[in-house]
């Protein structure tokens, strides 16, 4: 199915294959993608602690962006609370959403039933699994387990022949 704006969401502190996964499919069923970035109080209220700062990470994704799906009609919002403009936008027709956020679109829904707006659509991204078979994440990332990529590092405990480099 294909909507006229989308919203999606996420800290995108190093942006991985997970992230590209998640903006791929919103770009594939939006016109218009209104993207969601974690501001640096709200990742902290949250218990994340992202090495970069909101600007910088902004930049690194309008910077993909612009790279990977040129010309393409999009907005980037900044999240200070799990919603944002999914929310508070009635030209916000469908999410996209991993299963981890989906359980958050019922909420998001009522709220935007209050507000005399329709119900979300959820489109639901699979997660993007590393070598190890586990979802690939920024803070797997900043740990030093795997790469953006999913490969695993040496920190991790890498056993083969090859392994990837620093």
């Keep these: 199915m294909r909507y006229k704006t989308v919203a999606t969401g996420g800290t995108f502190d190093h ?13 594939e069923v939006g016109d218009r993608v209104v993207i969601g970035v974690t501001s640096d109080e709200f990742a902290l209220k949250e218990g994340k602690n992202p090495d970069q700062s909101y600007e910088k990470r902004t930049v690194a994704l309008s910077a993909l962006i612009e790279k990977r799906y040129p010309g393409r009609d999009y907005i980037v ?33 009522r709220l935007r039933k209050a507000n005399g707006y329709p119900p979300l659509e959820v489109v639901v991204v699979d997660y993007v699994l590393a070598d190890d078979s586990k979802p690939i994440s920024s803070t797997r990332i900043r740990l030093g387990e795997i790469d953006a990529e999913g490969r695993l590092t040496r920190r991790s405990g890498f056993k083969g022949r090859n392994p990837p480099p620093e």
């Design 15 to 27: 942006i991985h294959r997970g992230h590209i996964a998640l903006l791929s499919k919103s770009f």
């Design 77 to 109: 919002a900044k999240l200070d609370d799990y919603f944002g403009p999914g929310i508070a936008s009635p030209e916000v027709e469908a999410i996209v959403v991993t299963q981890e956020t989906a359980k958050r679109v019922p909420i998001a829904n």
